[in-house]
């Protein structure tokens, strides 16, 4: 199916944050690539999917979601910066799925149920932005999360500890490697509005820049 039949059907639009795998994508050790995704719009038999590595039509893949638990599937359309994703489930756990999404979509309205965070920790409404590296180079990534000193992001790059790098035009290091990713810490701290802006600014370089291919 494609996107654009999908987004006539009945869907919940829903941000659930999670990691899938891509095949023919590893990493120096030979282990298959895990990177962070989150969805936007979902149904009992397929969702769309924000991704820092897009992938091809018909590629299969393995996912797994903090709300829903693991999927299995393939790819059948693809934007920039996204997937629609296929469901393989039996009906018995498509219809567990689909009663799950119902539940979801009434806590949705329910204006009596708020959410009260702490957590100094937020994601931009657009979760894409655009790392430059040290050799100067570009590529895409996917923020999983952004504090006011540092971010973590998931990209097809993976830059060693120490790196100097920039997120946006937010300029720091990074400090730790995560299972769908790394971390960077900022060489300064920002206020949250200015952050925002700062971490989303696009280059131009990335539209001309070519895809990395994957590690075979």
């Not at 919940?12 to 030979?30: C, M």
């Not at 097809?156 to 995560?178: K, S, T, W």
């Not at 299972?179 to 920002?190: D, M, R």
Request: glycine share 6%; net charge positive.
């Amino acid at each position: 199916m494609s996107v654009e039949k999908f987004l006539k059907q009945r869907a919940v639009k829903i941000t659930v944050y999670g990691s899938y795998t891509l095949p023919n994508w590893y990493d120096a050790h030979g282990r298959l690539r895990t990177f962070a995704c989150r969805t936007t719009r979902v149904s009992p038999f397929r969702m769309i999917v924000d991704v820092p590595v897009v992938g091809k039509i018909g590629d299969r893949l393995t996912s797994y979601f903090e709300e829903f638990g693991r999927f299995e599937g393939s790819i059948t359309d693809t934007m920039s910066g996204s997937f629609l994703f296929e469901l393989e489930m039996t009906r018995a756990m498509r219809e567990k799925f689909a009663d799950k999404l119902t539940w979801i979509e009434k806590r949705q309205k329910d204006p009596s149920i708020l959410e009260v965070r702490d957590n100094p920790r937020f994601i931009p409404s657009d979760p894409h932005a655009v790392l430059t590296l040290a050799d100067g180079s570009v590529r895409s990534c996917l923020l999983i999360d952004v504090s006011l000193s540092g971010a973590a992001v998931s990209s097809e790059a993976q830059p060693p500890i120490g790196m100097p790098l920039a997120v946006g035009a937010c300029i720091g290091r990074v400090v730790r490697h995560l299972p769908n990713g790394f971390a960077i810490k900022f060489v300064e701290s920002y206020k949250q509005k200015d952050l925002v802006r700062l971490i989303s600014r696009k280059t131009r370089e990335l539209q001309s820049a070519p895809e990395a291919d994957p590690v075979a």
